[in-house]
């Protein structure tokens, strides 16, 4: 009884959590019109961008932009009042290249005095770049009124890649994956961070480009993933650089998931400047320089900005042309000065043009082999990727560095980094759920931790000694959390986080890097944290560092930890421990927090310091103790366990009585103990003691204030005025879209409408008064559109349109009806004639078999002849109207009148299909029981003679007759006819079935 009183609430809970998850599960399937489950991912190229979205019902597809192409120019104009994105802004930089903004990919994260900026600026002179005073940045300054920085421009065209994701999946989107080069910095991560959050996108990570197309590649080949590693290399030449990848793929063993295919990057090798664009601009350089050569013009075509433009679109098409043919005829009209220019180039001259270009495409290889290092033997197969790669110089030379057979060619080069990336996306996102796929990214660049403190020499002098702790090795993986302790430290100190060992970049990479000092860290409130806890064992000041999913590195919090002894208190029974451990699993417990008890964290690592530094001035107990802490440990390992030590406790108690426990040991050994057993037991009293204490590990939280040495991050106050600045942008675009719609729909409903006024249709249906009025408004509408309207405002364009919408919505509702009289007459007739027939037939059915009552009956009748009197009484009505008149014979009479017919008339039907057969009345004669039952199996063996003929007839019967609330009303005219056929002749066949039947007997 008493285990049925404890199991019986649970049981109920247990049914109580399942019908809630059930339901949680059905709300969480319904779509919703207030939250958007759909994400996207955006494959942030530096002359591209490919946006791919996952929404229900839609696995993963490409969106397609306002011209129906699947991939869309990093490019946005700004021109006084107008702002256009991607095709459309191209087409402006031929005519007005000062307005539009391009590749702004290599300008973020950048201070001013960059060689990157100064590339920009000779890669696009028609720019003026200059510095930002507050954080040390570019801005675009080419009006006074016009000042926009990279980030603000890139949050643009974010901006509009999210609505271009929203109006192909029809849904709103926020949360978005975007892929950035795996060779961006820790600035250039946060800036496309900070573009990001201008644009009000999610972003649910940032992932590198490689990365993502290794998971698309992998996601489409998960079944030939075993356990037997398989390394392929990727090989990324875009339109900015190019990036070569090592990827192991191989099963792995997770607890959460089981056996899962995982990618591991191995090795990354890159190139900042090698891609397709600087092969297009030695392109322009040359048309110029043919140009030249051809005296058509004094002038130098290098010195017109609008003239090179043109260049550089030609450059374009024509790479794209020679990767595919051996010469072809550059021709560009109206160059300078209304000349024109026309030249054949060829397939050897490109190439010459980019020799120590192509030169450059081995080293990429290369780096990548040594990152990981592995040899060319090891990988299975190189895969191209990215636009550039088409060239047949870059695969000549690749297929030669890496010496295969062949190069792979088997995925979508432009797109599979978006699909991998969406992929990511929907997995990150709680909306859906898809087949797990493990991805291991690595950090690119070494990251380490720097601080400077006193230390004695063997002299007694004090001399300042610099230390380095690498927090994060190159190729790293991450996401991942370390912890580094300062042992030494008693008051406030600083330490510095800076990059690591770059001596891998060559002399370029390098002075485009940027600042190789990220972050000083100042620290205070350690001193008092000494003061607080004074009579406690010091563990160290630990700082814990994540690197997140989108490879930024962050400073989560750092704490000065305490560990102090504590008396055990008197050992709780069996049955007070279960109490108080039942209580806690419903939020009971003790009343007072624990605030300085650190919670074990599972995934942090200790960072061991660099062996021989804290070695000179402890003694061995000191030194073995700095020994453990540089051990690499997690930090759950320091945590202590109650438990075991009470359980050891208690054992160990029970045997130390259990020598003395019995009263005779003690009566016969009573005064006899000797020094040795005196000394025994005092030593089992101090171990005693020393077991009954605990240690308890305090932490105390540490004020950090951190100055970014790289470049500083923009205030909140300048991420605020940055988003109104692109909303207000947004805004203005919008009304502008919708003043253009307003304004061509007014156009249209005007020269529609005069057009219509001379059809016959309307000339029948609309008087001279009325056509007259109507002219004359829509010729003055006309009129005030020529002199005012292209220049009035959205709301007085939007009142005009529905004036004249008004005037004529008499003369529109006529024509409309008279459209519709023929079909709508037609049904209801077609009704009328199939309900007489219905009722005909019911009535002929015999009063013994009749299924249908007289109420029935003559309801159905009723309807029938007032539905009839109305039609011929209404139509004789308007037929003695004026057409010109508001007509009396409505479309919507004439469907409700038909929906009454058809909802009477398959109730019947409905009821004649599910009605069950009258039993018959046994025969009234003197037979006995026994004479009965021989009739009963003659009945039996006389039936299955006559299956066949009885299939057809026999109405399967229901447990109950259906009501008029239960029947379906859109019974269709065909189903309608059969059902009426069979029940007009079950009767008669049944009647005979049972004359038959008797005639046997």
């Known amino acids: 009884m008493r285990s049925r009183r404890v199991l019986g609430p649970m049981v109920q809970m247990g049914r109580m959590m ?10 969480a399937l319904l779509p919703s019109h207030t939250a958007s489950v759909a994400v996207m991912s955006v494959d942030l190229g530096s002359e591209w961008m490919k946006i791919a979205i996952v929404k229900p019902g839609v696995p993963m597809e490409i969106a397609l932009n306002k011209e129906s192409r699947r991939k869309t120019p990093v490019a946005v104009c700004l021109k006084e009042n107008e702002r256009l994105f991607g095709d459309g802004a191209l087409g402006v930089s031929v005519k007005n290249p000062k307005f539009v903004y391009r590749h702004l990919q290599s300008l973020l994260g950048k201070k001013h005095d960059n060689l990157q900026v100064a590339l920009y600026q000779k890669h696009f002179p028609e720019h003026q770049l200059l510095k930002e005073e507050d954080r040390g940045t570019v801005y675009f300054k080419d009006l006074e009124e016009m000042q926009y920085t990279p980030e603000e421009l890139l949050g643009m065209v974010l901006n509009y890649s999210c609505s271009l994701a929203q109006d192909f999946a029809e849904q709103p989107i926020k949360d978005a994956v975007i892929t950035v080069p795996a060779f961006f910095n820790q600035a250039e ?54 990036v070569a990848t090592i990827v192991t793929y191989q099963t792995v063993k997770t607890k959460e998931a089981g056996v899962q295919p995982q990618l591991q990057i191995r090795g990354v090798g890159f190139d900042r400047s090698l891609g397709g664009f600087e092969m297009e601009l030695r392109l322009r350089d040359h048309l110029a320089k043919l140009f030249n050569e051809q005296k058509k013009s004094k002038k130098d075509v290098r010195e017109n900005h609008r003239a090179m433009a043109k260049l ?19 021709q560009v009209e109206g160059l300078m000065d209304d000349i024109d220019f026309k030249s054949k180039v060829t397939r050897v001259e490109f190439e010459a043009l980019c020799t ?17 290092e592995m040899s060319l033997d090891e990988i299975e197969q190189v895969i191209l990727v990215g636009g550039a790669t088409r060239v047949p110089k870059v695969q000549e030379v690749l297929l030669k560095a890496v ?28 909306a859906f759920k898809v087949k797990p796929f493990l991805v291991r990214d690595v950090a690119v660049f070494p990251i380490q931790v720097e601080f400077t403190r006193e230390s004695k020499e063997e002299d007694g002098s004090k001399s300042l000694k610099h230390n380095k702790r690498i927090l994060f090795q190159r190729m790293a993986p991450y996401p991942q959390r370390k912890v580094i302790t300062f042992n030494r430290y008693t008051d406030d100190f600083a330490f510095y986080i800076n990059y690591g060992d770059l001596s891998f970049l060559g002399q370029e ?59 055990d208190k008197e050992e709780e029974s069996t049955l007070t421990k279960l109490g108080n451990t039942i209580s806690s699993l419903f939020g009971g417990g003790t009343s007072e927090p624990n605030a300085n008890i650190t919670e074990p964290v599972q995934d942090e690592e200790e960072v061991p310091p660099e062996p021989g530094k804290e070695q000179e001035e402890q003694g061995k107990k000191e030194e073995a103790g700095q020994e453990e802490n540089q051990e690499v440990n997690r930090e759950a390992e320091d945590q202590p366990s109650d438990a075991p030590d009470t359980d050891k406790e208690k054992v160990e108690q029970h045997g130390a009585n259990g020598k003395s426990g019995d009263p005779q040991d003690e009566k016969e050994g009573g005064k006899t103990e000797t020094k040795e057993e005196e000394k025994t037991a005092e030593e089992e009293a101090a171990e005693k003691k020393v077991k009954s204490q605990k240690k308890a590990k305090i932490s105390e939280e540490i004020t950090v204030e951190l100055l970014v040495n790289d470049i500083v991050n923009p205030t909140l106050d300048q991420i605020n005025t940055s988003k109104k600045k692109l909303q207000d942008l947004t805004d203005r675009d919008l009304e502008k879209h919708e003043r253009e719609k307003t304004l061509n729909s007014l156009e249209a409903f005007i020269f529609e409408t005069q057009d219509k006024l001379y059809q016959d249709e309307f000339q029948a249906l609309v008087s001279e008064e009325e056509k007259e009025e109507i002219s004359a408004k829509l010729s003055q509408a006309s009129e005030w559109m020529d002199e005012d309207g292209y220049s009035a405002a959205t709301k007085e364009l939007r009142e005009k349109l529905s004036e004249l919408k008004k ?18 007459l037609a049904s209801l007739e077609s009704m009328l004639n199939t309900s007489s027939y219905f009722l005909r037939s019911a009535k002929l059915i015999p009063e013994d078999d009749q299924i249908f009552s007289e109420v029935e ?7 029938i002849n007032e539905t009839t009197t109305w039609k011929n009484a209404t139509v004789a009505q308007q037929d003695k109207r004026s057409p010109t008149e508001r007509p009396v014979l409505l479309s919507k009479d004439i469907e409700s009148k038909l929906a009454l017919l058809d909802r009477e008339v398959n109730y019947l039907l409905n009821k004649a299909k599910f009605a069950k057969p009258k039993a018959k009345p046994k025969p009234k004669n003197s037979t006995n029981s026994e004479g009965s039952k021989a009739n009963g199996t003659a009945e039996e063996k006389v039936i299955p003679q006559t299956e066949e003929s009885t299939k057809e007839s026999v109405v399967p019967p229901v447990e109950e007759t259906p009501t008029k609330e239960t029947i379906g009303q859109d019974a269709e005219p065909t189903i309608q006819s059969q059902i009426l056929d069979e029940t007009s002749t079950e009767a008669p066949e049944k009647k005979r079935l049972e004359n038959h039947i008797e005639d046997e007997l």
């Open 18 to 27: 399942t019908v809630c998850a059930l339901m949680c599960l059905v709300l």
């Open 189 to 242: 991560r946060r800036a496309v961070l900070q573009a990001a959050q201008m644009a009000g996108l999610k972003v649910l990570q940032l992932i590198n480009d490689n990365t993502a197309v290794a998971l698309n590649y992998g996601v489409f080949r998960r079944k030939d993933i075993n356990s037997t590693a398989q390394n392929v290399m990727f090989f990324d030449m875009g339109s900015g650089s190019t």
């Open 312 to 330: 550089l679109k030609e450059a374009q098409r024509l790479k794209t042309v020679l990767s595919a043919n051996a010469e072809f005829m550059a």
């Open 356 to 372: 120590d270009l192509f030169e450059r495409v081995p080293h990429t290889v290369q780096d990548a082999l040594s990152s990981a």
């Open 403 to 430: 010496g295969k057979e062949e190069l792979g060619k088997n995925i979508n080069a432009d797109e599979a980094a978006a699909m991998g990336a969406v992929y990511q996306a929907a997995a990150l996102s709680k």
């Open 509 to 567: 990479d390098l002075s485009v890097f940027g600042s190789l000092n990220l972050t000083t860290v100042k620290l205070s409130g350690v001193g008092s944290s000494f003061h607080k806890h004074g009579d406690a064992e010091p563990k160290g000041i630990k700082a814990h560092f994540n690197m997140d999913e989108s490879g930024v590195l962050l400073l989560d919090r750092v704490e000065s930890v305490f560990e102090t002894i504590m008396e």
């Open 807 to 824: 005037l004529c919505k008499a003369m529109f509702f006529r024509v409309e009806e008279r459209r519709k009289w023929p079909d709508r």
């Open 857 to 863: 009956l003559k309801t159905l009748e009723k309807v």
